[in-house]
């Protein structure tokens, strides 16, 4: 008989999660682990982590990234800045914002975080997690993004209006 965890990994969509990878170098694998399973993930790691672990983490196969010794800095970056500035605690980046202006100014000052990405995940939490204090709308991005995604088609269109502005950047 097959775990819970084997069957939830068997009904994945391998190939589109393949296409994910490929295309924007990382892929959403909803519900693949629960959250307490995340959590005995995450306990299996020691505390004090180090950029030699955490990158050797990263590259193990399957590889959790395209450039995963790139990655594993980025993580690392951010898990220090959430520990550094929010006590360790990533909700308190939206759940503590006084109002927009200040939301957009807690997600800027992340690591690996620009105007592109602030907008985009001020928009992700408004319209997936319904975290809308006072003033977002100015700071969401005005473009169809993953935010705005909820199936395959949808996808589609976000990955098209990402090329789209890549390519207009580049011009």
Not at 19 to 41: H, I, K, N, S, Y
Request: glycine content about 6%; hydrophobic content about 40%; charged content about 35%.
């Amino acid at each position: 008989m097959r775990s819970p965890w084997r069957r939830r990994t068997d009904a994945a969509d391998w190939d589109a999660v393949a296409a994910d990878m490929d295309d924007v170098g990382g892929a959403l694998l909803p519900q693949l682990l629960t959250p307490t399973e995340c959590e005995a993930v995450r306990d299996l790691y020691p505390d004090d982590w180090n950029p030699d672990k955490l990158d050797k983490i990263f590259r193990e196969r399957p590889a959790l990234h395209r450039f995963p010794g790139n990655m594993a800095r980025r993580v690392q970056a951010m898990t220090q800045a959430v520990v550094k500035d929010y006590g360790g605690d990533a909700g308190a980046v939206w759940r503590d914002a006084r109002d927009g202006d200040d939301l957009a100014k807690r997600i800027s000052k992340l690591p690996g975080f620009g105007e592109m990405k602030t907008k985009i995940m001020i928009s992700v939490l408004a319209k997936k997690f319904d975290v809308k204090p006072a003033g977002w709308e100015k700071h969401a991005a005005s473009w169809h993004s993953v935010a705005d995604v909820d199936s395959p088609e949808t996808m589609l269109q976000a990955r098209a209006v990402k090329r789209e502005m890549k390519a207009a950047q580049k011009s």
